[in-house]
């Protein structure tokens, strides 16, 4: 009777086998997974941590031929929401008594977006299957994505096995320090989606309106003069822009990729009267680095280490067109 306790409380202690994954496995998965994000019904509450901040939100999101319709409810703080709808973004912000309309962009995206072709990604991370594990009191597959080198991060993600919606995932630091997690307490789906739980709540004639200044011009490659000259392994500039910012100060806005992580750098000239960040500064998994060059302030900022947006920072110059 001892032996066969002792049999299974080894059973029970096992750690799970990771097992490497073949690239067209666990890009399937995360198709899948892609797929599932936009085109579901479903409603949810999930927590979402990033460092010591605990937040609890409520999500509602469908899907029909009209597009994408998504609610995002803080269900703690002040209660805040936002609400996507056709390529506009709109926050109610209680707090402030006011209403913020924008343009969508790819940061808005949510649950976040990973690549789909895994082998560009193969020198970069090493992706593995793990165990299937319950979450929200569904079977999801853990798929583990570590990184190869001390300039991003690694992720844990936990995909509905059957559905495909990602339902749990993990940020993890160079040394498999739990920086950031979102994860569903509970989820529901559904054929369809009442348009009245889309709707925001009432904002009566107290709140002020305000449309953000969209003003902005992507240049080719390289055309801007601003360029970094030395990046980690695999990252390639993947956007060059400038915008107007409320203060009409015109900021030079370039971003450099992985493929799974990024960097924006932002530059912009020095003003009288302003603070501007000199060396480093991190919120949770975010880390900033920002330096004076010549007329000049330079920041980097990216849900990368420290190091990455430094080494990047530092190499940025003004090369003539």
């Known amino acids: 009777m001892k ?16 097992i490497a994954a073949d690239s067209e496995i666990v890009e ?32 509602i999101h469908a899907s029909s031929k009209d597009g994408e319709h998504e609610r995002l409810i803080s269900l703690d703080g002040v209660g805040r929401e936002i609400i996507r ?19 969508a962009r790819p940061a808005h ?14 020198h970069q991370y090493r992706f593995m299957i793990d165990k299937t594990e319950m979450v929200a009191g569904r079977n999801a597959q853990k798929i583990v994505i570590a990184p190869a080198d001390q300039y991003r991060y690694g992720h844990r993600l936990w995909i509905d096995s059957e559905t495909g919606l990602l339902l749990k995932t993990h940020l993890v630091d160079e040394q498999g ?24 709540r009432v904002v009566g004639d107290s709140y002020t309106w305000y449309e953000a200044d969209q003003t902005e011009h992507t240049d080719v490659d390289g055309e801007s ?18 915008h107007n910012m409320p203060n009409k100060k015109l900021v ?26 000199v060396g480093s500064s991190r919120m949770g998994a975010v880390n900033a680095y920002g330096r004076r060059l010549n007329d000049y302030y330079v920041t980097a900022v990216g849900e990368v280490p420290n190091a990455t947006v430094k080494l990047i920072n530092e190499s940025v110059v003004y090369e003539s067109p």
């Open 3 to 18: 032996s066969k306790f002792l049999y299974f409380l080894i059973i029970f202690l096992m750690p799970a086998v990771v």
């Open 28 to 59: 399937q998965w995360l198709l899948k997974m892609h797929n599932a994000a936009h085109t579901l019904n479903y409603s949810g509450k999930f927590v979402f941590q990033q460092g010591k901040q605990l937040s609890l939100m409520k999500i």
């Open 85 to 103: 709808f056709k390529g506009v973004v709109t926050c109610i912000l209680p707090d402030s008594k006011s209403v913020v309309v924008e343009k």
């Open 109 to 122: 995206q949510f649950p976040p977006k990973f690549p789909m072709k895994v082998s560009k990604l193969k």
């Open 177 to 200: 320090k739990l920086l950031e997690q979102f994860m569903f307490t509970e989820i529901e789906f559904s054929e369809s989606i009442s348009k009245t739980l889309l709707e925001p």
């Open 225 to 242: 003069g601003w360029v970094a000259k030395k990046l980690p392994a695999g990252f390639n500039s993947d956007m060059s822009r400038s």
């Open 252 to 277: 030079r806005h370039l971003v450099f990729s992985d493929g799974l992580a990024s960097v924006s750098i932002f530059i912009e000239r020095t003003q009288k009267h302003t603070t501007n960040l």
